[in-house]
């Protein structure tokens, strides 16, 4: 049997699963490793810091299915991990390799630059935002390391970490085994059988059943189990704001984003007058809630997530969500004819967009504008802040086209994960919505974008501050510093740039960036310092109040 | 007894330690506690994000003693670990401080945005780069426990970690105790006699005893201690990168900087033919031994670090640096006139220089321009790369004027240590040095230096890439994107930009700066791709070699 090395079992592994780029910063302990990247098929995107390169690799995997974020040891690694952390709370699968000094290094306990305290450090801080985390010693049990970390990677949907001491990387070891059966988890047929029964019981008496799903739908690739689902229930659907574009907007049975009393469209009065509402990957945070405003009675609630089963209050361990749904499909009573409950009616922004000239930008219009000037060939990527809320509005119908975290909220996302999901996706055009305050976290990665010839269209809504703050709790740690966000694309060497302050140079900016198809744009919309979307003013109350008090 | 509130306890327990600024980024779960801050009489230092904000709490330390860094839950925290992280590597004594969501949600195990996993999640990552890590809970454990944790953070001279959830904020403590004695580790007597002695007879018996002083000498305000040895016993002085103005170097004992094969000055010879050689506070990493290429004999070593002596292969625990260096000055015998050894010279960089009009620039020629420009007015903090080699030579005469991370050794730390070093001294002038590649990794502080209007002078060695480790190992990666340094300030909206080709241009980028001496200044100097300092060709020679082998 011929044998091949650490390093090129690791790249061959995540080329075969598709991976065509990987993210990361160099760093002298993973300089070797990284050339086994820049010698295979796939593509390595430095990016200017590894916090961008983890965003990247994170926006990467919720197109693609799964990325690789390669870092160095200590400096790399940690500065990746509030990035890792957010694909852990997201179920977001990304595989994140760092370089770590010599073995023998290690084992002599020598001082050597980038490390902290001691040698599993790093190892010990991955294991609480991972599902496996492992460091690689000698070649002949690194296969069976990787293949365990890839595997718990694509069946959790979730990071893993793999730390490779720069001596392991040439070492060798056996070939990747040609028919290998992936660790997969498996439902109990008895509980999977036990809670469909009882499901399909709840949910074939219900005069009113809906269903409310959220991102684990789109992460565990169920599209297609939903709309059977569908199909055959004439069920109304609503989605979370992570679950949005999991059905196409202009499907007939979709209702809006349900978040409480935030809701768009019909959604909120569909789900909350349910008889059954089954939640399938639908997480009950403060943010699916509406900050708890949402008024559902458990007794009437099956929540499926990705391998367990709540109906009421008690639970079904051990039933895989997709199982649960093929099941349940064919134990539901088959209603083409969807007419015992309200009529859905497809959320649409109104998109008879007339600009006013010299009539000064708000952030009602521009979502309104935006709404118009969004089509299928494009992704939409939305940052934390009152973007998150705005482009929760936005009518999508192509699937699988917006993307945002709406569980972990970490501002400054959204331009790396932009890059991230350009890449994956280049024949769309990504757009993406992020505040001043988001910007100024992540601003370098601009620069990357303008080195990788992404065609991303950046919006930036420039009301001087942390406005979602402002609405929250004002206190002058909300205001920030003022940048000219419109000559960034200039200083970062390419790209186009321009500061839009009326509807009617919102127009023209537009147009431009129609022309600019090929290449970086950022438009700065300047708008007043308080003025926020109708859902961010009343989430701005709720959330001061949930912060504080339990509700 | 008068009650207070846990916000004020930790608010005026870090204020009477000594603390005037306070770097943080805002977020919604710690809004209530930073309005404490706001209405102190501290001043709250809001960066652009939290590794930069971390990296000016290090960089305030350094200088200050002490320094808090206030962070939001998950997205925050996580954020900052990098910068803690260094923290802790290098000894920096930093308090975190990070809000957290409401105890009954916790306890209830809500799923509350910025989550990842569970609860305490990040108080056990903290635990691994932190000396003390703790929860605040009800209001009577609290003030022990913030007692605790800033003795701590003074005793070790290490971060510590200290999460308040936002219900804690403004429940009622009891006030400090007035009298209260601070815990502090002492010396094992007779541990730390036995050490002397055996210490004391070495040296007195030694023909060329030397000293060899690194970055805890400063750390633990040991430079009055340092200076009566060096005064009764008349030994020679070398310091690590770190240790550097531990000792001014006008001081005739004053050798240079020790590296190993890389050394500076008379410091080689000096400490490697000295037969009893006195470590203090010096870690032999592989920095500070010139990638080991140091040539020193254990037997003749004597190694005291902040509470452990190593002579030879044996050790003293429970000694204490401080005890051990005054209790050791006392046993050695008087030397006023140092002739049994080399005579010191300090090492001074050529100052004559006279700039040759349109000749372009070189990095030695920026060096020896820069080692004249200057003075005892200026703080120098220099950065990862090219430029600790370089800033390492520079001549300072003034004590504790040179910062940099010798051993964590993390890009794009000097822009924001900067800003923390500039607070921390109004009166002196901060000048950073940083290489085109670190600046991405952290340069929206640049908007912060001028948001709080330091007088930062910026120097931008612009190479287009990373130069240390295309000389340790290159590839594509090393190259980055070209930006604009010089047009940042205009772009973050203030300050003074110039870019620099020539050394006629840099004499007048330098007049400029010293005119505008109230303001950020960025320098950029153009330099070919690989030109370098003469250490650092050397160095990634060498580091290739470690970094893939045991030396």
Redesign the interface.
């Given at each position: 049997m011929t044998l091949t090395t650490v390093g090129k079992y690791l790249v061959n592994s995540l080329h075969d699963m598709g991976i065509k780029h990987v993210f990361?910063v160099?760093?002298?302990?993973v300089?070797?490793l990284?050339?086994r990247f820049?010698d295979s098929p796939m593509k390595?995107i430095?990016t200017?810091?590894?916090?961008g390169a983890g965003y990247a690799a994170d926006g990467y995997a919720r197109v693609n299915g799964l990325s690789a974020l390669v870092v160095t040891y200590?400096?790399g690694g940690?500065?990746a991990?509030?990035a890792v952390?957010?694909a852990?709370?997201e179920r977001v699968p990304m595989v994140v390799i760092s370089g770590a000094?010599?073995s023998?290094?290690r084992n002599?306990q020598?001082?050597?630059?980038?490390?902290?305290?001691h040698y599993t450090?790093q190892l010990?801080?991955y294991r609480?935002?991972t599902e496996y985390a492992v460091m690689l010693s000698d070649g002949a049990s690194v296969p069976d390391k990787i293949d365990e970390a890839l595997d718990a990677c694509l069946r959790s949907k979730r990071p893993v970490y793999i730390e490779v001491p720069?001596?392991v990387v040439d070492q060798l070891c056996r070939q990747p085994l040609p028919n290998r059966q992936k660790s997969a988890l498996v439902s109990n047929p008895d509980a999977l059988n036990e809670a469909v029964r009882e499901a399909a019981e709840m949910l074939n008496a219900a005069k009113k059943p809906a269903v409310f799903i959220g991102m684990e739908i789109r992460r565990f690739g169920l599209g297609e189990c939903l709309m059977q689902l569908l199909e055959k229930s004439g069920y109304p659907v609503a989605t979370t704001i992570g679950g949005k574009s999991g059905i196409p907007e202009n499907h007939p049975h979709y209702i809006g984003v349900y978040q409480g009393g935030f809701s768009l469209g019909t959604a909120h009065d569909i789900i909350e007058e349910a008889d059954a509402l089954l939640c399938l990957g639908a997480?009950?945070?403060?943010?699916t809630t509406g900050g708890f405003t949402a008024h559902i009675d458990p007794n009437h609630m099956i929540s499926a997530n990705s391998e367990i089963v709540k109906i009421k209050h008690h639970f079904y361990n051990q039933v895989i969500l997709k199982d649960f749904i093929e099941h349940l499909t064919n134990a539901l009573k088959s209603s083409p004819e969807p007419d015992h409950f309200h009529t859905p009616t497809p959320y649409k922004y109104n998109s008879n967009f007339i600009p006013t000239p010299q009539k000064m930008m708000t952030v009602k219009r521009f979502f309104e504008r935006l709404n118009q000037f969004l089509d299928n060939t494009m992704l939409l990527v939305c940052d934390t802040g009152d973007v998150i809320f705005g482009g929760a509005e936005m009518y999508r119908e192509q699937k699988e086209s917006h993307f945002s975290q709406d569980?972990?909220?970490?501002?400054?996302y959204s331009l790396p994960a932009g890059l991230g999901v350009s890449l994956a996706a280049p024949d769309k055009r990504t757009v993406v919505l992020i505040g001043d305050g988001a910007l100024?976290?992540?601003?370098?990665e601009l620069?990357?974008h303008?080195?990788f010839n992404t065609n991303a269209l950046i919006f930036v809504l420039n009301n001087n501050g942390?406005l979602?703050?402002r609405l929250?709790?004002d206190?002058?740690?909300?205001e920030?510093?003022?940048?000219?966000y419109a000559?960034?694309p200039?200083?970062?060497?390419g790209g186009y740039g321009v500061k839009v302050r009326t509807e009617d140079e919102l127009e023209l900016a537009l147009q431009e960036a129609k022309k600019r198809s090929g290449q970086t744009v950022v438009i700065e919309i300047v708008v007043d310092k308080m003025d926020s979307t109708d859902t961010l003013a009343l989430v701005g109350e709720r959330?001061?109040k949930?912060?504080?008090?339990?509700p």
């Open positions: 990361g160099p760093g002298d302990y300089l070797d990284m050339d820049v390595l430095n200017s810091c590894e916090l200590g400096v940690l500065s991990f509030n952390a957010g852990y709370a000094p010599h023998k290094m002599s020598t001082m050597m630059h980038h490390l902290v305290g450090m010990e801080a609480q935002i720069v001596d997480w009950m945070t403060d943010m569980y972990y909220l970490s501002i400054g100024q976290m992540t601003v370098q620069g990357s303008i080195r942390y979602i703050e929250i709790h206190g002058p740690y909300n920030i510093q003022t940048w000219q000559r960034l200039d200083v970062f060497g959330v001061r949930i912060s504080n008090n339990h």
